[in-house]
């Protein structure tokens, strides 16, 4: 059976091999990532112009978003600080109320659950296991999912330093972090486009050779 890639050659049409070997660069080797949404046809080149520092730019913009983020609030003065505080801690607290709102609800479907399987009666002792099983999973899903927020302590208040510094902590490591996506990414595009150049260049003025005498000729 053909594949994708030699389905050409099955069909009889001509097919170069720096055409083959490139078709075959969409399927492996670091090239993938460059190829993946070009046709069979495109050639690594044309594939590379506008692609090749695309996942560098993605990185660099998020690292360019994030030190803009922190260098705004670093200039925050004390009372930008303590509104921006008032807004986190009304909007935690509402959060807040609303999880223990919803995770009253729940504990009455559980609780209404849970007396249902208490009034089933196994068929035998054999289906006791069921039962047991079934309230297991009430159980289990209760003490995982909802006794935390049932009983979660309300939010700490944050005075406007506090939640700045908190801020600037998080910010200050995503840039890092961003930082060092940035660098990988511009490494990795340029071994690819190294590795692209030296491939396209290896393919460049071939000249086929003729198959060995081993090599099953056609008729």
């Not at 360019?64 to 670093?74: H, I």
């Not at 990795?188 to 030296?198: C, H, S, T, Y």
Request: charged content about 25%.
């Amino acid at each position: 059976m053909s594949s994708a890639i030699t389905r050409e050659l099955y069909e009889g049409n001509s097919v170069s091999f720096p055409e083959f070997a490139d078709r075959v660069a969409h399927w492996v080797g670091p090239l993938i990532g460059v190829l993946r949404d070009a046709s069979l046809d495109t050639t690594i080149p044309d594939a590379l112009s506008g692609r090749a520092d695309a996942d560098g730019e993605h990185a660099a913009k998020r690292f360019r978003e994030k030190a803009a983020e922190l260098a705004v609030v670093a200039s925050w003065s004390q009372e930008e600080a303590d509104a921006h505080a008032h807004r986190h801690n009304l909007t935690a607290l509402k959060h807040h109320i609303r999880s223990i709102r919803d995770s009253r609800e729940k504990r009455k479907i559980f609780a209404h659950m849970s007396a249902q399987v208490a009034a089933w009666q196994p068929p035998t002792e054999e289906h006791e296991i069921m039962r047991t099983a079934m309230q297991e999973q009430l159980d289990k899903t209760f003490e995982l999912d909802l006794s935390k927020n049932l009983f979660a302590l309300p939010p700490e208040k944050l005075t406007g330093t506090e939640f700045r510094e908190m801020q600037l902590h998080y910010l200050t490591r995503d840039v890092l972090e961003a930082k060092q996506e940035m660098d990988v990414s511009v490494a990795r595009n340029e071994q690819v486009v190294a590795f692209a150049e030296e491939y396209s260049a290896s393919l460049q003025g071939w000249v086929d050779v003729p198959a060995p005498s081993y090599y099953p000729q056609l008729p």
